[in-house]
């Protein structure tokens, strides 16, 4: 007898099959896609070694493909295998499910519905628009499917009213869905340092939405931290994890800020056990808190010159070359000169005789040669 767990395997081998076919480096963007992806990846979890960044990194579109495929599959939900206190997930109190962008992360919206949750969803505007229309097209086919009569709705975080409209939902009983890792549009911009705080995430610090600290403070409602991934065997796995229940009359500044640490620590076990799994490689730069600059010391008699490719990659693109500074994540076009002298620096005598002097010294204080 076939089973549908047989059915859902044949259906994630044939996404496979399908992705196994695309050639990736003809694909538009690729390469700088890559290169920001492996740079991410060197800043957070630097014991990764940079040759296994580019199999990762299919490994992650494969993921993407599977999870679009999840939210187009109804039973999808009926194969996830629970974690932690099951209870998390029913319909007894209403709760702020932080989760983030690993695994078949829509998942949990899909299982909490299905459990007769009042779910809100909290997403940016661009996913609002991009994928609202699927989300609410598989809600509305779970309602139709189980004779659910709970209540979805779709909050943009992009909204003046959104911390209005969610804490009044809050506190009316329906649970809170939000993505603690952020998304592209949720990144820091100017002017809004004061909704942001430092947290440590691997090798560094990232800034990250405050809100939903807040939110939980205010309202009384705790915060369950969950976790989507996908096992070996592509069985998908929500894991839920100890709530983080605010103290009234506390300093919402603090709570916020040991609540946020707390979330981000929760997630970093999971995401170095399956980082292929987790989108946010992909935007995670944008939310980088800044380095203080190392400051180098210009030594005119050196030894053989090299490019500096700790620091620096060369991406041949179809306009022109392109420098790419890995730890500030900026991008220099460059001639094709340049490019060929980096490359070759060490059947070079000279590198000022053939830059100049100016130009050298440039090459030396930003690091690109040392």
Not at 67 to 74: E, G, K, P, Y
Not at 178 to 205: C, H, I, N, W
Not at 255 to 277: K, M, S, V
Request: glycine letters at 6%; proline letters at 4%.
């Amino acid at each position: 007898m076939v089973t549908t767990r047989h059915l859902y395997n044949q259906e994630l081998a044939r996404c496979r099959e399908h992705f196994e076919q695309i050639d990736l480096q003809k694909e538009r963007g690729y390469l700088m896609k890559f290169t920001t992806f492996s740079a991410n990846v060197e800043n957070l979890i630097p014991s990764i070694p940079r040759h296994k960044h580019e199999a990762l990194f299919r490994k992650l579109l494969l993921n993407q493909v599977f999870t679009t495929f999840d939210q187009q599959c109804l039973t999808a939900g009926d194969l996830v295998k629970l974690r932690g206190d099951s209870s998390a997930f029913k319909n007894n109190s209403n709760k702020i499910y932080c989760t983030y962008h690993l695994g078949s992360y829509r998942l949990l919206t899909s299982l909490l519905f299905r459990n007769g949750v009042d779910c809100v969803l909290l997403v940016g505007s661009n996913m609002s628009r991009s994928q609202g229309g699927d989300m609410t097209e598989h809600i509305d086919a779970l309602r139709k499917k189980h004779g659910l009569t709970n209540v979805f709705r779709i909050v943009e975080t992009g909204s003046p009213t959104a911390g209005l409209t969610v804490l009044r939902e809050l506190k009316a009983g329906r649970s809170l869905i939000v993505y603690v890792d952020g998304s592209p549009e949720t990144a820091p911009e100017e002017g809004e340092a004061d909704q942001f705080l430092s947290v440590r995430f691997g090798s560094r610090k990232i800034l990250t939405r405050k809100g939903v600290g807040y939110l939980s403070h205010a309202s009384g409602v705790p915060i369950v931290p969950v976790v989507s991934y996908r096992q070996p065997d592509l069985t998908n796995v929500l894991h839920s994890l100890k709530a983080i229940r605010p103290i009234a009359h506390s300093d919402r500044e603090m709570f916020c800020r040991e609540a946020l640490q707390q979330l981000y620590d929760a997630f970093w076990p999971f995401l170095n056990r399956y980082p292929e799994q987790w989108e946010g490689w992909t935007y995670i730069h944008s939310f980088l808190e800044p380095e203080a600059p190392k400051h180098t010391y210009f030594k005119p008699n050196l030894k053989q010159l090299v490019f500096n490719e700790s620091r620096y990659t060369l991406c041949d693109l179809e306009q022109a070359p392109i420098l790419f500074d890995r730890r500030l994540y900026q991008t220099y076009e460059i001639t094709e000169d340049l490019r060929d002298l980096l490359l070759n620096l060490k059947t070079v005598d000279s590198v000022e005789e053939v830059v100049g002097r100016e130009m050298f010294t440039e090459l030396m204080e930003m690091e690109i040669i040392h």
